[in-house]
């Protein structure tokens, strides 16, 4: 396929797992469109994630945190700007499907596609879109965002492109933190209290480990969080403070990644690292089962169209359990 002159948007702006999922349909585009030119229109806060990507021309910052936290119409009005004046693109994909994503995608030059009426939460965001794509939003997430972008560009759905991708981001250097032999991340934080893994269970679970088990952080809470596991579980660490580039290479020379339903997490299938995802208002279609990406889910049951963010069930999920799968993939 001659795509010397195509040119791609993709509208995907939050959050940091949804953009990690999503990225896997940077390899597929390319395996059909090798010459094409893809851009990401992303919020600010997660452009670093994708800056320098081999496989993207461009990574646009798109400021809606900033604008809605400043309420400045100065900011507003120069975004608006700034997203019109771009070139004209021959496909926009909004990999989202939300209004706010709806209408940036709007805003930019060029044809849009994006979910219709009946896949996505907030149904007016389908009235900006040009033509769409009925995947039912109950799909697991990184086929749903792989359809809607392979459907817009006329490409073949193909689960291999899913199972066997390279590494989604650019591996560096092992980093000088990690000790010799085999090293455990543990991610202990995520967006929502009822989402996060007990405390005291991490502490138990890295005391059953066999290696050293790094705490991965990114609020103070979660900090002091990690310092408390750290006094009770002797061969837990707590990582250091890193950027979005760090942390995808740090978990990308880890040999397991234990944690919540959250985006560091989820760098664990797309570095192709061993993972184990724990679940508790959410469920398994928020990751991509592989030989050596497993989820683990509390007993609750999970209506996905109106998640239950007072589901603390997922205390009630075994640490010995998590053990058991951890010695599992270690082997």
Known sequence: MNSAKTRIAIVR??????????????QIIHKHYPNARIDWYVE????????????LHEVIRVPIKRIKKTKSFQLLRESIRHLRSRECYDHIIDAQGL?????VASLIRGKVHGFDRNSIREKLAASFYDTTSDVPYETNVIKRNVMVITEALHIPYDEQDILHKAPLFPQQERPSVLKEGKNIA???GASWPSKCYPKEHFATLCSQLPYPCYLIWGSDAEKLDAQWICEHASNAIIAPK???RELVN??????????????????GWAMNRPSITLFGPTNERMIYPTPI???IKSPSEVNILKINRHDFSIREIDPDSVFQKAKELLA
């Open 13 to 26: 702006l939050s959050a940091l797992g949804d953009i990690v999922n999503t990225a896997v349909a940077l």
């Open 44 to 55: 600010e806060a997660f452009a670093p994630i994708l800056e320098g990507h081999p496989l």
């Open 99 to 103: 209004l706010k994503s709806a209408i």
């Open 186 to 188: 543990c991610v202990i």
């Open 242 to 244: 890193m950027s979005l």
């Open 250 to 267: 740090f978990i990308s020379h880890c040999d397991l990644i234990i944690g919540n339903d959250t985006g560091p997490t989820h760098m």
């Open 293 to 295: 990406n497993s989820a």
